[in-house]
């Protein structure tokens, strides 16, 4: 694919190239995936969530939910907004904690919301990497803050608090951490790792890198899965595991003393992840609105993502002492949260172009064609205090009382 972009952009490329070549080079030139990953999305100034590129809305590289519709976050205000009552009612600080808050979209959509229903949390904290998105961020709250008058505190953090009380967020996180790729060798799983290509030619990086499997995976760190699956997997096959983002769940929720935990991303349970007929995994790139299966194409110009699998997070964090609260698609948990209702309050259809446009942004939500059946939401809970009155609140959040779906076959 070779939609190449301008000069300058190509130089950002080539700098971010050498980077990772010299690492390579000291690792006995083979890098895993994982490794190759972490410098395209996070090496300093140059990786893509480290960089300047614009990367949220029609103008960037793809568009999340809280971009499509306020009333995402405004559903997402009236699910939390009971916990963070109970909070203000135990005369303990409420906090809302976000993790890579993106444009800011969401903070502002949640804290407009629990300002109409008079629950705004005393303090919004937003855990972020990126100093560019970090700036925007600041830019659009200053400015909403002071119009509407919300008294919130809203302050960044570069680290997880200890002893941690509240409701954590983290929206299209997950699919960002860098994951290591595994290919099935000779009955036996494999790291996928990156070398260099002694004879490029491709201006978009393309070939730049050459695949090569490595050393055999160690048991502990594949999932159960894999491990106890009586599926037969074809040679060749190619799939994804997540170390990184289990450890990154295991410490918040080591953090935390008593909270929810909340995530929504694209993802599968292990059954559906791991299915034998799913050869090459789910990882994929993000240029441009395009999906690119070349994960090389212009490097820190593209996001990298893969599907999240949600079974093994949830064991990681029932071993971490988290209790599942709900765990069902987008669209189901924003219908049973009152978003249709909203809707419907929110736009009148004699208004007919606006209605017509939050119409699409509306279905684009919950249609199952659209995110709202790929996409999913979970929340855990965790109740050092052992409050019975905590874990009923988590049990009867907004949207969380309808059947969940299921992680395990």
Known sequence: MEILTNSEALQHCSLLSNLIDDDIKKNDGWLSFSQWMDHALYAPQLGYYTSGSFKF????DFITAPEISSLYGATLANTIAPLLEYFSE??????????????????QDILEQL??????????????????????????????????????????????????KGVILANEVLDAIPFNLIIRKGNKWHFQGVTINPTPNSPSF????????????????????????????????????????????????????????????????????????????????????????????????????????WSSLNRVAARAGCSLAHYQSQGSYLLHAGIGDMFLNTVSPSDSVRYISEAHAFQKLISEAEMGELFKIIAWYKNLPASTEFENRCANLPGFTNRQRLLAV
């Open 115 to 164: 300002l109409e229903i008079n629950q705004l949390p005393d303090r919004y904290l937003i855990l972020e990497v990126s100093p560019d998105l970090i700036d925007r961020q600041r830019n659009r709250l200053k400015n909403f803050l002071k119009e509407r008058n919300v008294t919130t505190k809203v302050e960044w953090l570069s680290e997880m608090p200890n002893d941690f």
């Open 206 to 309: 393309s070939d730049h890198w050459l695949w090569q499997s490595g050393e055999e995976v160690p048991t502990d760190l594949l999932p159960d899965y894999l491990i106890q699956s009586t599926q037969s997997y074809p040679e060749n096959y190619l799939t994804e595991i997540h170390p990184r983002a289990h450890a990154w769940l295991d410490m918040i929720a080591h953090h935390v003393s008593q909270g929810l935990i909340i995530a929504i991303d694209y993802g599968f349970p292990e059954h559906e992840y791991y299915h034998p007929q799913r050869t090459l995994g789910t990882h994929i790139a993000h240029h441009r609105h395009q999906s690119i299966p070349d994960m090389f194409y212009l490097p820190g110009l593209c996001d990298i993502t893969s599907h999240v699998e």
């Open 90 to 107: 135990q005369k303990e600080v409420s906090t809302i904690l976000e993790f890579g808050a993106g444009s800011g979209k969401l903070c």
């Open 57 to 60: 809305g029609a103008k960037g």
